[in-house]
């Protein structure tokens, strides 16, 4: 069996903390076993590591995210990229045929799909291999995995059943699907035997092939990633689980939970308090979350939740804190952080003046070993000062030690690059008319490659 993680989202509905490079599954908000803080990725792949199913996981993320996927995760993962969003069934699709071609999976591979972020206890995922047995011996095209409901919740979809059978049945006929009900139609559904739809499911690898032949889609892995853009903009629900004739469930009896809002993923936090501030004694089941370097204080407010970041400020009662979505849906800012593979950047300040000068200012750490690529820049000069730890600057091909209290200045068409020998820290101000990606001319990223450049020019 091959596993497909889809992490695709842009995470409005944690905002401030995630954005379009930074989504909620990014954030480090939870604890390990050693109490030290992790994101949901990282959780859920230390579970596959644990379930043995690291090895045959591909995840199918987008460009945003590529360098904070390798980061936490070190590079292990196999990653499918996708060149745009256009929701899950163009995703699926895509690793599908990159299953098929590249990895060359025989079409009788069961594929099992599920979202990056499920915050469940290890059992889950040994029940995700059954998906493999179900599919084989029920016949069936798709098989879901449904969590046993413990109350009536409004917030999850349903699996409904064609008729109610022993809650120790091994799988269940599917015969609709019913999305965030009221209250009282949740309770009706549980009396049918409903189960939460986790958004895990599995499927021949065969079967999804013959259906984009089917529309006429590509199956070999770069053809369709060259016509990506013309794969409509459509959930893989209502592109084929919906219409998919035999379905089958299969139950799981275990812990899941969904933390796509605020009031849920505080629930699941160790710790009322990350980062500087005061919550007051008074402030019963409120959760503070700063990753500013400026204390935050809360005085007398309950059941709320503040979260502080570059980004910006979220004070919400925490049962309304799912409609921040549709608050900072329009929101058009660049992300003021990111965690790249070589370290992070934080953005301190931006400023406009007139005759369209742009000045930025970051604060950018590089990990021991790693570094920042080989590039020039047309539109832009920079200044770094180096704040903490020691490096190796290559400016114009040649190499230099820079330790703390060092600062370059690099001017239009300069080529630079730096590198840390330990952890290393420094403040960057870009100074031009496009302060924009689009601006860096990258020469090469490898740094052995970078020496061989500035040794060649002595």
């Known amino acids: 069996m091959k596993l497909v993680l889809l992490s695709g989202g842009s995470g409005k509905r944690l905002w401030p903390l995630s954005n379009d490079a930074r989504s909620k599954q990014f954030l480090k908000i939870l604890e390990d076993k050693n109490s030290n803080l992790q994101s949901m990725v990282q959780r859920v ?46 995703a699926i699709a895509l690793a599908a045929s990159y299953l098929y071609t590249n990895k060359n999976t025989d079409l009788d591979e069961v594929i099992a799909v599920l979202p990056v972020d499920p915050y469940v206890d290890a059992g889950f995922f040994n029940r995700v291999k059954d998906l493999e047995k179900a599919i084989h011996e029920t016949g069936s095209d798709l098989v879901l995995m449904g969590v046993r409901p413990t109350y009536p919740s409004e917030k999850y979809g349903y699996i409904v059943p064609k008729k109610k059978v022993n809650e120790l049945a091994e799988t269940i006929e599917v015969a609709r699907f019913i999305e965030k009900p009221t209250e009282e139609a949740a309770k ?49 629900d209502y592109e084929v689980v919906e219409k998919t004739k035999k379905i089958t469930a299969l139950p799981y009896e275990g812990y899941w939970k969904d933390l796509g809002t605020w009031n849920t993923l505080t629930e699941e936090m160790a710790t009322n308090q990350i980062g500087k501030g005061i919550i007051s004694e008074d402030s019963m089941n409120t959760h503070l979350i700063n990753e500013l370097n400026i204390p935050v204080t809360v005085l007398g407010v309950s059941n709320a939740v503040i979260a502080v970041s570059p980004d910006g400020i979220l004070v919400s009662d925490k049962e309304k804190s799912p409609k921040i ?65 020691e490096g190796i600057v290559a400016l114009n091909g040649e190499l230099r030690t820079v330790r703390a209290g060092d600062v370059l200045k690099i001017q239009l068409g300069d080529k630079h690059a730096i590198k840390a020998i330990t952890e290393l820290e420094i403040i960057e101000v870009q100074a031009g008319t496009e302060l924009i990606e689009e601006d860096i001319v990258r020469i090469c990223m490898d740094w052995m490659e970078i020496e061989d450049i500035c040794y060649s020019k002595l």
């Open 325 to 389: 979505k549709e608050i900072v849906g329009n929101f058009d800012n660049r992300p003021m952080y990111e965690e790249r593979r070589w370290g992070w950047y934080r953005v301190l300040d931006y400023a406009k003046y007139d005759g369209n000068q742009q000045v930025l200012t970051k604060r950018i750490g590089i990990h021991p070993g790693q570094n920042l690529s080989y590039q020039y820049h047309l539109a832009r000069k920079e200044t770094w000062t180096v704040l903490k730890g």
């Open 188 to 236: 009706e559904l549980l009396n049918q035997g409903a189960l939460w739809n986790c958004g895990v499911f599995g499927f021949r690898l065969g079967y999804l092939i013959q259906l984009l032949e089917g529309k006429q889609y590509p199956v070999q892995y770069e053809e369709l990633l060259e016509n990506y853009n013309k794969l409509p903009k459509i959930s893989f």
């Open 45 to 90: 792949w230390n579970q596959l590591k644990t379930a043995g199913l690291e090895k045959s996981t591909v995840i199918a993320t987008s460009q945003s995210q590529i360098e904070m996927i390798q980061s936490q995760l070190n590079e292990e993962a196999d990653l499918i990229i996708e060149p745009n969003r256009r929701d899950t069934f163009p």
